[in-house]
């Protein structure tokens, strides 16, 4: 029965991850709802179930759940079940391949360290053989870099803290053991040809990661206490200000996006909550992996480095089945040493913050219901019934960026301007997408605010230089003004400018801003005939 709420617990939560907004917090509502009840019984069983037992149903739940993925993910490839995302073939029960790699890697320390125990039953043993099997050759099909090195690193540490790594040096050949600086070198090749490999299988992808982390960085910088609280209204301004005043190249212009998470949790944290937070919870996490390893639960440890590996470039903390799963892993650490009262005080600490969280998500998914309902209005351009219905419900939806985007974008095109600018204001607030800014300054612009218009494309000219749209916008505004000087070099960045994908849609505003200039020009020359 432990086994079996123990599994329902971590299951699941991986169906329709990031797919949209109803998905999400139906996730964390099951992430409540499972919470109370599991931590109710982690709780009851602390006290009835000896400390090694309890771990020992951790580490093979983990390893159930993450092998039923691994199986899911296989069935995927070789088509017998379908992807649950258009773009890719294997995705288990998540929206993409990146988490389920994360997840899958996690298993991999847990099953070799049970398999390195001394094992009296067989049946267990070939079980753990079978599972650590499927689950190392469905973790290439995710093509998550990150989760492959999370494996590795892990294993070593399960190898190291097993003893199996002392006897690799005497099997060396002798010219490497007796010369360690051969061995180093033959190391460090490896990893270069490693590191190569990992950066030229998604180049594209590295290229954007490595911005990202730069301008995250950036933006830890601005507020590096407090921390900013919303990360990707602090990261569009940091990346403003990057490319504003930075002569940069090309490709990192054209790597710049407009994300929601930082593609690594620690950054993230320290850009919403500041450096004390962040050193606070590695300081945590490196003594509870200290406890794992003086304990020699390294598997459970293992698999937490695994996790905080992957965290490295990738969303684990946003995703419930990660929490979950690392709540497990921090009880099955701590209720294995002396002091039980600590392991105590994490479902105590699960089942408090899922009670006051659950009527909060409940409203907020009715609230979401609501809006998705609504949203085909929005679709199809029945702006004035947008603004009626999405009214009623502003107050309780102002903290979603997509529901506060829309909202202000259906003023201004029913041209209540004055109206529309403290609603896209606020969703400025909440979201990095430089179209915001756009609409803005567009509303500025129907007021006649060329000031301020122009400081709106401008800045959405910076966020995300390879955009062609806030150019377009400046051309047009620069029309309205008769500033010839600059509406010439916006012609220029208009019709020369990279971008990163070519489109009808750019081809038709490069048409438009053609047609226009020459209609200027045309205008001039019958002037002065």
Known sequence: MFLAV???????????????????????????????????????????????????????????????????????????????????????????????GGFIA????????????????????YILYISLIINIIALPSTMSRTAWIAAIISTIYVLFGNGKLVGVRASLPAPIKNYPKISIIIFTFCMLIGAFFLWH??????????????ISALAIADAPILGSGNFAAAYGAAQEKYFANNDVSISEKLAAGAPDYAFNEYLQIGVEYGVLVLIFELLILGLIIRKSYLEKTFGLSGALIAIMVFAFASYPLHLPVFVAVALLIFFGIIIN??????????????????????????????????????????????????????????????????????????LYKSKQYEAAIPILENAARLSADPMILNIIGECHQALHQFTAAESYYRRAANRIPSRLYPHYLLYFLYCDMGNDSLRRIEYENVMNMTIKTESPATRDLRKKVEEKECSILNSKYDGEQ
């Open 201 to 214: 299988i998604k180049r594209d992808s590295a290229v954007g990661r490595l911005l990202l982390w730069k």
């Open 6 to 100: 123990v599994f329902w617990l971590t299951i699941n939560y991986g169906i329709g991850v990031s797919c949209d907004e109803v998905h999400q917090i139906y996730q964390w509502r099951q992430f409540c709802l499972r919470g109370i009840i599991t931590g109710g019984i982690l709780i009851i069983f602390s006290f009835i179930i000896k400390p090694k037992t309890i771990v020992s149903i951790i580490e093979f739940s983990i390893i159930a759940v993450c092998t039923v993925e691994s199986v899911y993910s296989l069935l995927q490839l070789y088509g017998v079940l379908p992807s649950l995302h258009g773009i890719f073939k294997v995705t288990g029960s998540f929206y993409n391949p990146g988490p389920l």
């Open 106 to 125: 996690l298993s991999i320390p847990i099953a070799l360290h049970k398999i390195l125990k001394p094992q009296d039953d067989k049946i267990i043993k």
């Open 337 to 410: 040493s002396s002091r039980k009262i600590f392991a105590i005080l994490i479902p105590v600490a699960v089942i408090l913050f899922s009670s006051f969280n659950l009527s909060l998500l409940n409203q907020k998914s009715t609230n979401v219901s609501s809006w998705t309902r609504m949203q085909i209005l929005y679709r199809n351009k029945c702006y004035g019934d947008v603004v009626n219905r999405y009214s009623t419900i502003y107050d309780s939806m102002s903290w979603n960026p997509r529901f506060v985007y829309e909202y202000g974008h259906s």
